[in-house]
C-alpha cells in the first residue's frame, strides 16, 4: 500500500485528487495539508510515502517544503496550475510533475513513475539551482511550524543533535542539519563559523580576537560564539565585502 499525503491551498484541487486516486490500486490517502507548516507537520506526524505537493502556496512554496525536510524524505509529485515549472520540477528530480486540472490518465502514468525504482538523488539537491536560495526558512516552535524570513534569523546553532534558529523574536528548531543549511543557504549572507554554528553577517555587531588565530563573533542579540581558527580569516574577508 503506498500512503499519500495530499497538500495544496486549494479545497477543490485536492477534491479532485481524492476522487481519482480512488481509482488506482494500493493507494491510500493518509492525510491533506492546506499550507506549507501543516505539510512539514503532516509529514513528520504521518510518514507519507509520497506527497502530491503543490508549488504556489501563500506564505511557504511547494520547493521550500521539499527544502525543508530531513531524511528519510517521502518521495514527490509537484503539482501546479502554471506549466512554467515543469522544467524546474524535473531538475528537482520529482517523480513527476502534474499540470492542474489532472486527468485520470496523467495521473495513472505519475502512480507507474511512482512505482518504478526510486531516484538515487534526493528532491532538495537541486532546489537552490532551480529556485534561487530560498528566502524563507519552516521552523518549529512548540506544537506548530513557522515561516521564518531569512532576514529575521540571526544564527543557526547545533544543539543536542538539533538545529536552534535564533531570530530576533526567538528561537526556533528545525530538522535539517547544519550540513544541509550550508548547502542551501546563500553564501553572501550566511557564514559558517565553526562545527557548530552559521551566522547571519548582518547580524554580527563585532569580531573579537582572542589570541592564537582563534576569535568570538559578538551577534546582534549579544549572543558570543566561537569562530574557528580556520575560518577565522576568511570571515573577516566575508565582512569586508
Known amino acids: 500500500m503506498i500512503r499519500v499525503l495530499l497538500v ?19 493507494i491510500e490517502i493518509v492525510g491533506e495539508a492546506e499550507d506549507g507548516p501543516q505539510a512539514v507537520e503532516q509529514i513528520a506526524e504521518l510518514e507519507p510515502d509520497v506527497v502530491f505537493l503543490d508549488i504556489q502556496m501563500p506564505g511557504c512554496s511547494g520547493l521550500e517544503v521539499a527544502s525543508s525536510l530531513s531524511d528519510p524524505r517521502p518521495r514527490i509529485i509537484f503539482c501546479t496550475a ?32 511512482l512505482r518504478g525504482p526510486a531516484s538515487p538523488r534526493a528532491v532538495t539537491e537541486k532546489v537552490n539551482e532551480a529556485s534561487g536560495f530560498p528566502r524563507r526558512l519552516l521552523a518549529k516552535k512548540g506544537s506548530r511550524f513557522h515561516v521564518v524570513p531569512h532576514d529575521a534569523v540571526l ?32 553564501p553572501r549572507q550566511f557564514f559558517r563559523v565553526s562545527r557548530s554554528a552559521i551566522v547571519h553577517l548582518d547580524a554580527v555587531s563585532e569580531v573579537v580576537p582572542l589570541g592564537g588565530g582563534h576569535a568570538e563573533v559578538v551577534m546582534r542579540d549579544d549572543a558570543r560564539l566561537e569562530v ?14
Open 155 to 186: 544564527y543557526f546553532l547545533s544543539e543536542g543533535g538539533a538545529t536552534k534558529l535564533q531570530a530576533g523574536d526567538g528561537h526556533y528548531w528545525m530538522q535539517p542539519t547544519l550540513n544541509d543549511l550550508e548547502k542551501r543557504l546563500d
Open 228 to 241: 574557528s581558527r580556520r575560518r577565522y580569516k576568511d570571515l573577516l574577508e566575508f565582512l569586508e565585502q
Open 82 to 113: 502554471y506549466d512554467q515549472h515543469a522544467v524546474d520540477a524535473f531538475e528537482l528530480h520529482a517523480v513527476d510533475y502534474l499540470l492542474k486540472p489532472v486527468s485520470q490518465a496523467r495521473l495513472d502514468a505519475a502512480i507507474e513513475r
Open 8 to 26: 495544496d491551498d486549494e479545497e477543490p484541487a485536492r477534491e479532485r485528487l481524492r476522487r481519482l486516486l480512488a481509482a488506482v490500486q494500493d
